[in-house]
């Protein structure tokens, strides 16, 4: 599904296959990608933070870092979460 172009409004929405690739490193390059190239546009809409996640063997540090380099002002941030169980009760 091919996306249109930025949000109409200033509400915030999800960026596009952002969050639900997870088949193989294949499509997750892909599609990092494409949400990279659309970023400027959405930017320019009103976006204000954008969020990365560490999963699946790929770090985020170095897609935040390729983000700056794409990016004005919208703000970065790591989405990872180290979860651990805990003792049980």
Do not use: N, W
């Not at 390059?29 to 959405?42: G, H, I, M, P, V």
């Not at 990365?52 to 990872?80: C, I």
Request: with cysteine; proline share 7%.
């Amino acid at each position: 599904m091919a996306a249109s172009g930025p949000p109409a409004d200033s509400g915030r929405r999800p960026v596009k296959g952002a969050a639900h690739a997870h088949r193989d490193g294949t499509e997750l390059r892909r599609r990092f990608a494409e949400t990279a190239e659309e970023l400027s546009d959405y930017e320019k809409a009103g976006l204000d933070i954008v969020f990365v996640p560490e999963a699946y063997s790929f770090d985020a540090v170095s897609q935040l870092g390729y983000l700056a380099a794409k990016t004005e002002r919208v703000q970065l941030a790591s989405g990872s979460c180290s979860c651990t169980p805990g003792p049980r009760r």
